[in-house]
């Protein structure tokens, strides 16, 4: 069964940092694409970005290229999102997903995500 515990979200001001870290189980974390996505008050979920299995390769939506950095530990079965310069128009649930069946690929289609964690917000307030 597919487990993704995301951590890490918190208060923080604007031009704060944050490390959001989501701890997989379940599949075999070295071979699947891993994503994070946010979804704010009142919006649609949204990719934010992904990082590959094969050759680690990554992706950003152009409202964080340059101040996220994602990353993955597949001895730690470990995805990460580094968050810098952080703006309130960043605060929004974060979200740790995969596809256990592969599909998905980074860059490549967000509706191939299909198992998520349960989120960890992040507000960015002063």
């Known amino acids: 069964q597919v487990q993704l515990v995301e951590s890490g979200g918190g208060l923080v001001q604007p031009g704060g940092s944050l490390r959001l870290s989501c701890a997989a189980s379940g599949f075999t974390f070295d071979r699947r694409t891993m994503g994070w996505f946010r979804q704010a008050p009142g919006k649609e979920r949204e990719g934010v970005s992904c990082?590959?299995?094969?050759?680690?390769?990554?992706y950003y939506v152009d409202s964080v290229k340059g101040r996220f950095t994602i990353s993955r530990d597949n001895a730690k079965n470990t995805v990460y999102l580094q968050m810098n310069s952080l703006k309130p128009e960043d605060t929004a649930v974060y979200f740790c997903?995969?596809?256990?069946?592969?599909?998905?690929?980074?860059?490549?289609?967000?509706?191939?995500?299909?198992?998520w964690g349960q989120g960890t917000h992040v507000t960015v307030s002063s």
């Open positions: 990082i590959s299995a094969t050759d680690g390769s990554t």
């Open positions: 997903a995969t596809d256990p069946l592969g599909w998905a690929e980074c860059p490549g289609d967000w509706a191939d995500f299909r198992s």
